[in-house]
């Protein structure tokens, strides 16, 4: 069946349940990283909680069909067919997309959206979402980066400081376990650390280099998700590296082994896969949202559920998608958006520039096990005393070091005995950096909905309108620049100077559409995530940034959601939702 | 084809991608490319001629796909011009010359198709992601269990894989 509209899909009764039986405490759209936060929570506080996901289930450990699998047990020895490929270019771009985790990745074939420019919409439609297959990087954000919109005028100023979230910063972390070092950078402030994973000798000698050569740049490790010791029952790290298959030590965080098992746990979650969200349900008389729509995405019949609160958890284009279908007559525009900033400053970060390099020293020196994380260099750019002219704010790198696999010369022979004894040894030592750049918030970079085209569950097709403007051209040269002089600084050869042209979306930190801000005129959203004019529906996925910073995204959103659940949580005590 | 009708063998070899003779073959090269030397598998253990076929099958374009199966015919025929006999019917050491003469003609030619690079390439990839080459030949730990981050590289030590 076809939703043809919201009309229609009311007037189908809820499949013969009573409406108490589809009732819960709160609703939480979307299983993933914060959608997986906002259920452990709400459970934890004793609410009866219903979890909407539009994948399938995936259970910790039992859904890993690849974990344990050696590269020679893939058919493809982890390569994807071309016929695959040519089907779903988008997703076959993305680089954990492979043998070994294609069934985590949805594929471009089967969910269609409208390229308006060219924008890589990475997805994965599964309980856990993309935290099962992320990159694992959390560096907390810093000052600045919650006063920079408010210092260029660029976007609206959040409503929030770095002081707001630390705290939450903290919560969370002690339930993830994080490992890395106090570094005592203003940029990155430390938070709670497991034992850092450590640098490798080539990586540490960079390190010495920049932090001699170029005051105000430093190289640390990398703060990640992944294990060093036993931490709440999961892990530690085996250092396989083969993270994004699903881990079966529990080694890195992810929802599935984490915050639904803990929601599990409390009694008081109910999962329901494979349902699509179609929209929220606004009630005019009580101006509050009462539940949601859902079309089941395999027998396409609908339900409604209704609860006190509603969490929106569905990734940032897809909340803002079933947002701005969530119409009525007082939101003809989508529920919340008084201001006509829904679907408005699409953000994502700039990961164009990249420069990697070959070191001739060390030859006697190697490393056991494979590291599933790298070194990080935070911002320097716009910082302390640093003023450029051509760009606006500032980027960081993540990179790391490792020898390659060969040691093949001019002078090897080509084939034989010699050629075999030579391919088999470490080769030469290599390292590189790649650009993380922020991305300034534009009223022109946005999502629309097709008013013509659909999904095969009568969903509007999403339009994706963004593209990287000339503050973000201007910030990849100087990327690209700096990037090179320190590896030059520190002794490498062969240094290639790579941009790679990709379309926004690649990076897979898309932010912004429903923004947080001060004033109900301007922004979506309070400092608590909940929506200005409907107060008991909360966003606190991507959807909910205001700006970009240059730090990987995920540890603030997970801040974000506990934060918003403790202050949801006192209101509805206080009768004020 | 009808489901139902038996398999005659030229049916078998009609629709399997390369010949099983033709995968021998691919498995003889790989073997000059990479030999098994003492207690260590070659590249014929790894069954490269197999990886070949299957990757070149279902992982390559069309047009990669023409470049590789006309090179294995093309290869008889050079073999036969530069030597007068069948590669399966020369010595190791003839077999290893022809393979350095093509190896320079594939290099001089600049072409990036060039079916020998593919043959190369493709018996290299195969055997280091192959459980003999990754196990017996590199440094392949499944679970390594720690992260040593900088320890001394002994004479001889393997890449990890």
């Known amino acids: 069946m076809e939703i043809k509209n919201k009309e229609e899909l009311d007037s189908v009764n809820i499949n013969g349940k009573g409406k ?198 430093h190289l640390v490790v990398s703060r990640s998700a992944n294990l060093t010791q036993k931490h709440n029952g999961r892990g530690p790290c085996m250092y396989r590296s083969l993270c994004h298959r699903g881990c079966p030590f529990g080694g890195y965080f992810s929802a599935n082994s984490a915050t639904i098992p803990a929601a599990i746990a409390t009694g008081n979650m109910t999962l329901r896969p494979f349902s699509v969200v179609h929209s929220i349900i606004y009630d005019e008389q009580k101006q509050k949202a009462v539940g949601v729509r859902v079309i089941d995405a ?5 339900f409604k559920y209704f609860a006190k609160v509603i969490f929106v958890n569905a990734s940032t284009i897809n909340t803002t998608l079933l947002l701005l279908n969530s119409t009525s007559s007082r939101f003809p525009n989508g529920i919340g958006n008084d201001s006509g900033a829904l679907g408005k400053y699409l953000m994502f970060h700039n990961y164009r520039g990249r420069v990697y390099g070959e070191y001739d020293g060390m030859q006697d020196e190697y490393y056991y096990g494979r590291k599933p994380t790298g070194v990080y260099l935070p911002r320097f750019r716009n910082y302390g005393d640093d003023v450029q002219t051509k760009f606006l704010r500032g980027y960081s790198f993540s990179g790391g070091a490792s020898r390659s696999r060969g040691n093949v010369d001019e002078d090897t022979p080509p084939i034989g005995v010699d050629f075999k004894e030579k391919m088999t040894e470490p080769g030469p030592w290599r390292f590189g950096l790649t650009g993380m750049g922020e991305c300034l918030p534009y009223e022109d970079n946005k999502i629309t909905l097709s008013k013509d085209k659909k999904d095969d569950w009568g969903m509007p097709l999403v339009e994706i309108d963004c593209e990287h403007k000339e503050n973000e051209l201007s910030m990849l040269e100087d990327i690209i620049d700096s990037g090179a002089e320190m590896l030059e600084a520190a002794g490498f050869k062969n240094i290639y100077r790579e941009n790679s042209e990709q379309a926004p979306g690649l990076d897979i930190h898309e932010m912004g559409t429903a923004r947080m801000g ?20 909360f966003v606190t996925d991507g959807a909910c940034m205001s700006s970009t910073a240059c730090q990987n995204p995920s540890l603030t959103y997970m801040a974000l959601t506990a934060r918003a659940v403790d202050y949801a949580v006192k209101e509805m005590n206080k009768q004020n939702i | 084809m009808s489901g139902c009708a038996k ?128 196990t017996q030949v590199f440094r392949h730990v499944d679970v390594p269990g720690r992260y040593d981050a900088c320890i001394p590289l002994e004479e001889g030590g393997k890449a990890w894989v």
């Open chain 1, 20 to 217: 108490d039986e589809n009732t819960y405490d709160a609703i939480v759209i979307g299983a993933g990283m914060s959608g997986g936060w906002a259920a452990k929570e709400l459970c934890e506080k004793g609410f009866k909680t219903l979890v909407v996901e539009r994948g399938r289930n995936v259970e910790h450990i039992k859904d890993y069909p690849t974990a344990t699998k050696n590269v020679w047990d893939l058919p493809h020895r982890n390569e994807i067919p071309y016929d695959i490929q040519k089907e779903n270019p988008v997703v076959s771009r993305c680089y954990a997309f492979g043998e070994d985790t294609e069934h985590f990745f949805v594929k471009d074939k089967e969910h269609p959206y409208v390229q308006t420019k060219p924008f890589d919409w990475i997805r994965g439609y599964q309980v856990g979402g993309k935290s099962l297959m992320w990159a694992r990087m959390t560096q907390r954000w810093g000052v600045v980066d919650f006063e920079a919109n408010a210092k260029d005028g660029y976007g609206v100023d959040w409503p929030i400081r770095y002081e707001d979230i630390a705290p939450w910063y903290s919560y969370v972390e002690k339930f993830i376990g994080i490992q890395g070092n106090r570094d005592g950078l203003p940029q990155i402030p430390d938070g709670e650390f497991l034992p850092a994973m450590e640098m490798n000798c080539l990586e540490k000698h960079v390190k010495s280099v920049i932090e001699k050569e170029f005051p105000g740049r």
């Open chain 1, 298 to 302: 395999n027998t396409k019949e609908t």
């Open chain 1, 518 to 537: 001060k004033d109900p005129k301007t922004s979506v959203l309070n400092g608590y995530n909940q929506m200005h004019a409907v107060k008991n529906v």
């Open chain 2, 7 to 134: 398999k005659t063998t030229e049916d078998v070899t009609t629709t399997e991608f390369i010949s099983t003779d033709q995968i021998s073959l691919l498995n003889e090269i790989g073997e000059i490319i990479i030999p098994e030397t003492p207690g260590s598998p070659g590249a014929k253990t790894a069954n490269v001629g197999e990886f070949m076929k299957v990757m070149v099958r279902d992982c390559y374009s069309p047009e990669e796909q023409e470049v590789f199966k006309t090179g294995i015919e093309k290869f008889e025929n050079d073999c036969q011009k530069a030597t007068g006999k069948n590669f399966l019917d020369l010595s190791t050491d003839e077999r290893y010359d022809f393979l350095l003469t093509l190896e320079k003609e594939a290099n001089d030619s600049n072409d990036p198709k060039h079916y020998y690079k593919m043959v190369k390439q493709l018996t290299v990839w195969g055997f280091v992601s192959s459980e003999p080459g990754a």
